[in-house]
């Protein structure tokens, strides 16, 4: 099931390019107030990453350099490591000191890609 | 229920078994027993799961009460009868759907559910089980809200998107 959404999602984005049809979700914060929330641009970067277009991938959203493996580690753990074959790896993407440090980086990535507009 | 992978004599990953099946197994207090969920290995008498089984060690027992003079009825001492917090589970703290909402979604309340995820492991870790639940809860229904939202906005933009593309 997640599989087949992840699967899913991939094949979408891979096909589709966000910023030529109008149907794509729109972010309903850019649209409310103008100002970028950290993720904006994520599903152009998805696009242009599963092009191998780093670069332009990097130019959309570069936050996703730090959120992908640490969502990729999650997805993972979650669903493809019944077994806890990797103790470790667990307990450090659950830990609370690392989730926290997190936070604070999408908080700041979001002031500060408000501030510059990127 | 779930099962239970362990450690054997000769330290080698075990199972995964039904929690029923551990003592037949060899499985005592002192083995190192995992279930999905838990994120390390633990001595099975602290898996709040496996309570029922492998009972966490006690407080040393009070010092009997002192003989009874003349005919005053001794004191009543009630049982150490209630259950402590730790034999509940860790609550799922909701990690992976909140970053995946927050970041794939494009709703930044999803940011609200990782800060409750993250107060989960940390109340947790504080030994504070009941707040470490109702931050879990928390953080599920922030979870909903912020997928729901996604989705909401995904569909109203595919209506306008398509009515837009019907009317030219
Ligand atoms: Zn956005």
Redesign the pocket.
Known sequence: MVIALILLGGITLFFINPEQVSWMPK?Y??VLTGW???????QRALHHLLHQNFAAAFAYNPFLLVSLPYLFALVFLQWFDEENRFQKLRTFCHGSQTIRIYLVLIVLWWILRNIIPW | MSKFYYLDANNQQQGPVEAAELTRLGVNANTLVWTPGMDAWLEARSVPELAWIFPPAMPPAAPPPPPVTGTTPPPYQAAPASIPHFYQPKPDNFLVWSILATVLC?V?SGIVAIVYSSRVNSLWEMKDYAGAGTAAKNAKTWCFISLGLGIIVFVIAFITGLLGAISQ
């Open positions: 972010c914060f850019y970028q929330c950290p993720a904006c641009g994520s | 494009c930044p």
